[in-house]
């Protein structure tokens, strides 16, 4: 199994363009989530979809957009990439027991260096 | 929404002592608060969770303790070893919220042979 694989590792874009941070997991998880890490300001969630056919907001939606494509893939899309968006970013997947009951241990990705120049 | 609040932001321990990494939250339907561990330019891992039915749980070194009334919960190693030199993270959710979980800003731990 290979986990949870995101693409592409590192990307540079200029200002303006446009890009979509795809994100797989082979685990039959439930929740899928992408969160950005910046020196200082740990990770913050920007959107999350807690199951097939769900998407919400996190802390940091403003500039993305996601998709969730099936239950194993949930990308991330920039419209129009802005310095601030320059960043690590991590997906990540997580089951759910039953009854709906969250079990805790999220599994990230290796992380996708994006510069946004 | 839940703000999650840690300190410090870097702590450096000599091989051997105790290290203690504090987080409070805001919100207090807040019912499950894991630990990840960052190495250098790896992905985060849990290390240690805990839901707010307990107040304290143990994993060898690692302990993780919690205060509901004072809604703060901490991350406690001992005999630290310089392999347990990382980025740690404390984080907050509600169980029935799909699991979102909110990070705090992380603490970097240095431990110093």
């Known amino acids: 199994n290979a986990g949870v694989t995101q693409t592409p590792k590192f990307q540079v874009l200029k200002t303006g363009q446009s890009m979509t941070l795809q994100c797989a997991q082979d685990m039959n998880h439930n929740s899928m989530y992408w969160y950005r890490q910046d020196p200082g300001m740990g990770l913050r969630l920007i959107y999350y979809s807690a199951s097939e056919g769900t998407t919400d907001k996190g802390e940091v939606p403003n500039g993305y957009n996601v998709s969730r494509l099936n239950k194993r893939e949930f990308s991330l899309r920039l419209e129009s990439a802005a310095p601030s968006q320059t960043s690590v970013y991590f997906c990540?997947?997580?089951?759910?027991?039953?009854?709906?009951?969250?079990?805790?241990?999220?599994?990230f990705g290796e992380g996708s260096r994006l510069t946004v120049l | 929404g839940e703000n999650v609040e840690q300190h410090p932001s870097t702590l450096s321990v000599q091989e051997g002592d105790s290290a203690v990494i504090k987080c409070t939250y805001s919100d207090s339907a807040s019912n499950y608060f894991p630990w990840y561990k960052q190495e250098l330019g790896k992905r985060p891992q849990l290390i240690i969770d805990i839901r707010s039915n307990v107040g304290e749980k143990k994993d060898q070194r690692i302990a993780v303790t919690l205060n509901k009334t004072a809604k703060h919960f901490s991350l406690h190693i001992t005999e630290t070893q310089p392999e347990d030199s990382a980025v740690y993270f404390c984080a907050a959710s509600l169980y029935n919220q799909g699991g979102k979980l909110i990070f705090g800003q992380g603490t970097e731990l240095s431990v110093k042979p």
């Open positions: 990540a997947s997580s089951a759910r027991s039953g009854g709906g009951y969250y079990t805790g241990e999220l599994f």
